[in-house]
């Protein structure tokens, strides 16, 4: 006989949210601090779940070769592989170390997977996500696995620590109106687990003031440590440049892509109107042709006069020996070529470009979120941050952006050339 949890008691101050899941809470938001558990008791709840109930889990971080290397690979302060001792193999029937899967002898798949690839998923039919650091997850993740759980009375619990104003933000504000979550912030001093010894020494050790007060105090208040555009999107909000911004029919409009191959293409919608750059909608989608994004383009109302796009358009497929630029005027779509600028002087004219700009907040919500989250890359082992930017999901947003504000420095106070038009009565994300 083996008890699940296995060899496992939670914390006091994990209890409530254990709680709240056993009396029937199907959505849970936990801020809590740095080293307080929230993958072990997430962990720990799946697999009573899977086997006290046979489907699919999933525990969710923003990558999976983040979840192969902080769950599949990691180590507790006791020695112990963390996937064994919460999965301990009496209870499996397979284990699929590849895909990180394990099946369990309930007939329950519990597996890890990455918010960066959430989209390869379809088809699945979970009955529990756990949302590991969801405030530097792709936000999509949650949108398009919601309807999944919604329908067959799944749950979800998020599990973050702060990174600004985000997407993870609301998602509290919004939980914390709702009686039907369960919602929590708990930090230092609430837990008592980290003493103010232990901060002071990772004080000395070079934590910033504003790190310590996200990690160990749960502040939403400081940016997103190392983003490129945090400062300039907080202000952005502070200024109200985050608003609903209308689509002018006298305007022409402009299109900026990133193009992707094997992941995602972004791609910007704007007007310029006097001085005024209104950024009036955002698409991305993944695993799609260029005909596809001609169709969406194709089904707005917007005037378009110019589509932009880096360099690469200009490569030829193998297959077809064309360029993916003669594919997309094949499709009507007549593609002008960004200048090519290091992505230092592409992030500096992006920063330049944000002050000035008005951003739908509805439409581009997603693009937005990108923006924020936007960060260089952090070396653990040096302990500094590089100067390249991390790949992760928001970067073809923020690759986008950065040629829309080249594209913008480069035509300012220059006619537009027109290159396609289209004015149907649909609305974009209709």
């Known amino acids: 006989m083996i008890t699940i949890p296995y060899d496992w008691t939670p914390r006091p101050h994990q209890l409530p949210l254990l709680q709240a899941l056993d009396g029937g809470i199907k959505r849970a938001v936990c801020v809590w601090h740095r080293r307080a558990g929230k993958d072990n008791v997430s962990l720990n709840f799946s697999i009573k779940e899977a086997i006290r109930i046979p489907g699919v889990y999933w525990h969710m971080l923003p990558t999976a070769a983040q979840a192969r290397k902080v769950i599949w690979d990691g180590i507790d302060n006791l020695g112990r592989r963390i996937i064994n001792h919460a999965i301990p193999p009496a209870i499996r029937t397979h284990t699929n170390k590849s895909e990180m899967r394990i099946e369990l002898i309930s007939g329950s798949i ?22 590991s650091e969801f405030s530097v997850a792709d936000p999509m993740a949650w949108e398009y696995i919601r309807p999944i759980l919604t329908a067959n009375g799944g749950w979800a619990i998020f599990i973050f620590t702060p990174r600004g104003k985000n997407h993870a933000y609301e998602l509290l ?54 983003a490129y555009f945090g400062a300039q999107m907080d202000q952005a909000r502070i200024d109200g440049r985050i608003c609903k911004v209308p689509y002018d029919p006298a305007a022409p409009a402009i299109t900026v892509w ?155 106070g220059s006619a537009p050339k027109p290159s396609i038009i289209h004015q149907p009565a649909v609305s974009w994300m209709g």
């Open 110 to 131: 519990w597996q890890l997977v990455g918010s960066d690839n959430y989209d390869s998923l379809v088809g699945s039919n979970p009955r529990g996500v756990v949302f």
């Open 173 to 226: 504000k919004m939980g914390r109106g709702n009686p039907e979550w369960f919602c929590e912030v708990l930090d230092v001093e609430r837990t008592g687990i980290i003493s103010p010894d232990q901060i002071d020494g990772e004080r000395r050790a070079g934590m910033s003031q504003a790190m310590i007060q996200q990690e160990f105090y749960c502040s939403f208040d400081s940016a997103l440590e190392g």
């Open 258 to 412: 990133d193009l992707g191959v094997g992941d995602s293409t972004a791609i910007w919608i704007a007007q310029l109107v006097g001085r005024e750059v209104r950024i009036i909608d955002y698409y991305e989608a993944s695993g799609e042709g260029l005909a596809h994004y001609a169709k969406i383009l194709a089904a707005q109302p917007y005037n378009f006069t110019e589509h932009w796009a880096p360099h690469d358009i200009e490569v030829r497929e193998l297959g077809t020996g064309k360029s993916r630029r003669e594919t997309a005027l094949s499709y009507g779509i007549k593609f002008r070529v960004i200048p090519r600028l290091s992505v230092e002087d592409g992030i500096e004219a992006a920063r330049n470009l944000i002050p000035r700009a008005y951003f739908d907040a509805e439409k581009c919500a997603q693009g937005i979120e990108a923006l924020k989250s936007y960060r260089k890359t952090f070396d653990p082992k040096k302990e500094v941050w590089s100067e390249a930017p991390l790949h992760d999901w928001s970067s073809h947003a923020a690759d986008a952006f950065r040629y829309l504000a080249i594209v913008i420095d480069q035509r300012r």
